[in-house]
């Protein structure tokens, strides 16, 4: 599935045939938050001219002052109109997503798409035409008090595969995947999760630099729908402790055209040596990708055992407890599918990261160690160790400190955003370590 690419004149036309009146640029920064600039379409020439600027020294983890200049670049091909907005005459609004240049005109070294772009430049290089992937997010829905304030109650008590009355959350979910289908998305499936006010809305799975766009806009639309609807979305790994927190399994796949390169039926497992491969780099590279596949402090609340999320650098094809599973179908389903990711992450370094990860094992015929197919979690520390099975690490600064060291992670996001990335990282980690948590004065208070 390829989406498709607009000329400036179809957009115009489109522009003028909808009655869009507000376009918006959007931009994700280097820790993973949307930015947009919005312009009436008077400016719509100037947006496709390339010439719309901003102040990137304003942006997280962009550029100092003193060069602060830089230009969006609309990539034509992610227009859309947003299904719910209108402005005060009912004019509509439309959004492109840009690539972030310099005042040279050179493509910014810390604009995470680019990062994107030149890893499926490498893999292109290997002779792959696409790297596909297909996401399954999370998320949590909470009350609004009347004021529009987010509270701490779920919208419901409902679990995995619930209906309703137990699922309230189903006219909520119906609304999210109208808008996502009027927006272009192939909804698959959308499902009460195994946690109170838990749920999952999955999508056909894209090209990745499609993929990582898509979850951008994924956000906003549940984000939106939800407020609308009375209720606030949250894509915080674990809102709630003692129950399942939220992840973003990442279903991954390498293209040669329309032959799917994971796949070979001569095999025990019908994989073929370039998936065994692959599945060899991403789990030498594990340690370091999950600084970018789990970014925040909470992230690590949610990789704990017992909750259905991934504690150990491990692979299975029967069970879903290590941290990458090979899900049953085969042809062109055959696929990897990365349990570890959770919503925080941003879509396109992540990315950039498992495909260089990826690479780099097809390159070095790095071998996955043995399949595990027992429950890892009722394994003991002995019988992980004889089975070679790691940990994942089991903090934020644990995380940072193996990407720091992995220089094949550090080269496919590049060093602007390494840098940047950790030391925004290790300035979280400090603040949270200086926090002092209820949990510690129920447990220290009064025993010491
Ligand atoms: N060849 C492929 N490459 C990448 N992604 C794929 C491929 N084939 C299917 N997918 C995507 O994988 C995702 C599968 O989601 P689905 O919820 O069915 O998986 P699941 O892991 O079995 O579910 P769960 O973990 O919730 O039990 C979808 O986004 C789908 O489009
Ligand atoms: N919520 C679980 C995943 C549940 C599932 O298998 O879909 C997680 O944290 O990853
Ligand atoms: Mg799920
Ligand atoms: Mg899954």
Redesign the pocket.
């Known amino acids: 599935m390829a989406r498709k690419s607009f000329t400036k004149e179809e957009i115009k036309q489109l522009v003028e045939d909808e009655n869009v009146e507000f376009i918006r640029v959007t931009f994700t920064d280097v820790l993973g938050a949307i930015k947009n600039v919005e312009v009436p379409t008077s400016q719509l020439d100037k947006v496709l001219a390339n010439d719309l600027m901003f102040d990137g020294s304003s942006i997280e983890g962009f550029v100092r002052i003193n060069e602060s200049d830089m230009y969006l670049y609309p990539d034509l091909s992610t227009f859309m109109i947003f299904p719910w907005a209108t402005d005060s005459h009912g004019g509509k609004v439309a959004r492109l997503v840009a690539d972030i240049y310099t005042a040279d005109r050179e493509p910014f070294a810390g604009d995470p798409r680019h990062a994107l772009r030149e890893a499926l430049a490498s893999a292109r290089k290997a002779g792959f035409t696409a790297f596909?992937?297909?996401?399954?997010p999370e998320f949590f829905l909470f009350k609004l008090d009347e004021l529009g304030n987010p509270t701490t109650e779920l919208n419901d008590q409902g679990g995995y595969f619930d209906l309703a009355p137990l699922d309230r959350g189903e006219n909520v979910r119906r609304e999210i995947v109208l808008t996502l289908e009027k927006m272009g998305f192939e909804i698959?499936?959308a499902h009460h999760e195994v946690a109170e006010g838990q749920h999952?809305v999955?999508?056909?799975?894209a090209s990745a630099l499609e993929a990582a766009d898509n979850i951008q806009t994924f956000k906003l639309v549940v984000k939106t729908i939800a407020r609308k609807n009375g209720y606030y979305a949250t894509f915080m790994p674990k809102p709630v402790a003692g129950i399942n927190g939220s992840g973003m399994?990442t279903?991954?796949?390498l293209f040669r055209d329309s032959e799917?390169s994971?796949e070979d039926v001569s095999d025990e497992m019908g994989l073929s040596k370039t998936a065994y491969n692959f599945l060899g780099g991403l789990l030498a590279h594990a340690t370091a990708i999950t600084a970018l596949a789990n970014p925040t402090v909470n992230s690590y609340k949610r990789l704990t055992p017992g909750f259905e999320a991934p504690v150990y650098v491990a692979w299975s094809a029967s069970n879903?407890s290590p941290m990458v599973?090979v899900?049953a179908?085969r042809g062109?389903?055959?696929?990897l599918?990365l349990?570890s990711v959770d919503p925080t992450a941003n879509p396109y370094t992540t990315l950039a990261a498992i495909l260089v990860a990826g690479l780099d094992g097809i390159k070095n015929e790095l071998e996955p160690l043995a399949s595990v197919d027992k429950n890892i979690y009722l394994m003991d520390e002995t019988e992980r160790v004889k089975a070679g099975i790691t940990d994942l690490p089991d903090t934020l600064l644990a995380a940072v400190r193996e990407l720091s060291a992995d220089q094949t992670v550090i080269s496919a996001i590049g060093t602007h955003i390494a840098d940047k990335f950790i030391e925004a990282k290790k300035i979280e980690y400090t603040s949270y370590r200086q926090y002092v948590s209820e949990w510690e004065t129920d447990a220290y208070f009064e025993n010491y």
């Open positions: 596909n992937v297909g996401t399954e698959e499936a999952e999955d999508f056909k799975y399994h279903n991954m796949s799917n994971f879903r599973r899900p179908s062109k389903s055959t696929r599918e349990r």
